[in-house]
C-alpha cells in the first residue's frame, strides 16, 4: 500500500495499544514503526529486477520481524521512560505496528514474502489496489475523533480509533468478497470457449472495488478486459494482445529470466521491440516508445551493426495495456541470435489524464470508452 496510509495504519494501532497512556508519541511511534519494513527500498541490489523481487521479501517477513520487535521495543521504552508504560505495553504497540505492515501490503497484488525464511512465496491477494480512500479514510476519521476528544473524553477518542480499525479491516474483507465474485463471473464468461482452462487474474481498477481488470493468460497472447460489479451482461468483453514467450525458451533458466517469470506468478508477457529508442540524455525510452513502430525507420537486417532488437519482458498484473508499471529488457535479438543481457528497466508511460473520468464512467456504464 501507499506510505500514507501506512502511517495512519501504524498511527491507529498505536494509539489504539498506548493512547490513552503515551497519547500523541504512541500515535507517532505506530507510524514510525509501521512505515520502516518499507526501507528496503533505499537497499540496491545490483539490478533491476533483483531490485523489484527483493521489495517486500525479509524486511516484510513475519517471523524475522517478530524477532526485530523486542529490541526496537527495548529502545523505543528506553528514550519514553517518563511514560508511564511497560516494556511488555511498549513491546505490543511496536509489535503489532510492524505487523500490519506486510499483513495489510499481501492484500495487493505485488507479493509480499511473509512466510521467510520457511517459504519465499510472495502472497499477493490482489484484492486492493495500493492506494484505496476506503483503506485509509476510516483511520483517518479515528484519529481525528481521538485528536479532538482525547483529553475531554478519551474513552469517546478511543472508540472512534477502533471503529476506524474495524471498518478499514471489515472493507478489507469485502474487497477478497467481491473480487472472488468477479472471477466466478470471469469464468462463466469464458467457459466452453478455448480460454475455458486458461490461468485467470482479477484485480480492482485504481482507487477503487467497484470496477475490476481482468487478464485470461493464453499460449501466445493475453486476454484483457473489465468487470463491474454493476454489470448486466453475461459475457465480459476481452481484447486480445499478442505475446511471444517462445522468443525467450532458450533462456527459461536464466537468472532475471526465471525471477521475473516466478514474481509475476506467471503473468508476463514478451515481445520484441523494434529498436531501443533514446531520450535526449541517453535514458531508455519508454515502454510505449519501445513497443511502437518507428515509421520513419525500419529495422535492420539482422547481422547489420543496428540490427539489435531488445526483448521485453512485463508484469502484466500491475498496470493495464499499454500502461504497465515494470517492463524490463532481458535479451537482444541479433547476429548471434536471443542472447540474456543486463536487465534495464523501461521507464512506464502514464496513462492520459482522460483515464479517471473513464473509470468512473465505466463504473456504472459497460459502454463507456476513453
Not at 479515528?142 to 471489515?170: D, E, H, N, V
Not at 493468460?217 to 486476454?223: S, V
Not at 527459461?252 to 523494434?274: C, I, Q, W
Not at 547489420?304 to 508484469?315: E, F, G, H, Q, Y
Request: glycine residues 6%; proline residues 6%; charged residues 20%.
Amino acid at each position: 500500500m501507499d506510505s500514507l496510509t501506512h502511517i495512519i495504519l501504524g498511527a491507529a494501532v498505536g494509539t489504539a495499544v498506548l493512547g490513552r497512556k503515551a497519547g500523541l508519541r504512541a500515535a507517532v511511534i505506530g507510524a514510525a514503526c509501521n512505515t520502516l519494513p518499507d526501507l528496503d527500498v533505499f537497499i540496491a541490489q545490483g539490478d533491476p529486477v533483483r531490485d523489484l523481487t527483493f521489495h517486500r521479501a525479509e524486511t516484510h517477513a513475519l517471523f524475522w520481524l517478530t524477532l526485530a520487535a523486542p529490541a526496537i521495543a527495548w529502545l523505543v521504552a528506553r528514550l519514553n521512560r517518563r511514560v508511564d508504560a511497560t516494556y511488555r505495553e511498549w513491546l505490543l504497540l511496536v509489535w503489532l505496528s510492524l505487523m500490519t505492515h506486510p499483513l495489510l501490503d499481501a492484500f495487493t497484488v505485488y507479493g509480499t514474502q511473509l512466510w521467510l525464511p520457511f517459504s519465499d512465496y510472495p502472497v499477493g491477494i490482489g484484492s486492493v489496489f495500493i492506494i484505496d480512500p476506503l483503506v485509509t479514510v476510516p483511520m483517518i476519521a479515528g484519529l481525528i475523533a481521538w485528536l479532538r476528544w482525547r483529553q475531554s473524553a478519551p474513552a469517546r477518542g478511543m472508540r472512534w480509533i477502533r471503529a476506524g480499525l474495524i471498518a478499514s479491516t471489515l472493507y478489507l474483507g469485502w474487497t477478497v468478497a467481491a473480487q472472488t465474485h468477479v472471477e466466478g463471473e470471469v469464468r462463466r464468461s469464458i467457459a466452453a470457449t478455448p480460454l475455458e482452462s486458461r490461468r485467470v487474474l482479477v484485480t480492482p481498477a485504481p482507487l477503487n472495488s467497484l470496477l475490476w481488470r481482468v487478464i485470461v493468460m493464453d499460449d501466445d497472447a493475453y486476454h484483457e478486459g473489465f468487470r463491474s460489479l454493476f454489470d448486466k451482461s453475461a459475457r465480459i468483453p476481452l481484447e486480445r494482445h499478442a505475446s511471444d514467450p517462445e522468443l525467450l525458451a532458450s533462456l527459461r533458466d536464466e537468472r532475471t529470466v526465471r525471477r521475473l517469470a516466478r514474481f509475476s506468478k506467471g503473468f508476463y508477457s514478451v515481445r520484441m521491440a523494434n529498436r531501443e529508442l533514446r531520450v535526449a540524455d541517453g535514458a531508455p525510452g519508454t515502454f510505449s516508445q519501445l513497443l511502437g513502430a518507428v515509421t520513419t525507420a525500419q529495422a535492420a537486417p539482422v547481422g547489420s551493426v543496428d540490427a539489435t532488437r531488445p526483448i521485453v519482458m512485463t508484469d502484466l498484473r500491475m498496470g493495464q495495456t499499454p500502461w504497465f508499471v515494470f517492463s524490463f529488457v532481458v535479451a537482444e535479438h541479433g547476429g548471434k541470435g536471443i542472447t540474456a543481457v543486463p536487465n534495464r528497466q523501461i521507464a512506464s508511460a502514464r496513462p492520459p489524464v482522460t483515464a479517471l473520468p473513464w473509470l468512473w464512467n465505466r463504473i456504472w456504464d459497460e459502454a463507456a470508452t476513453y
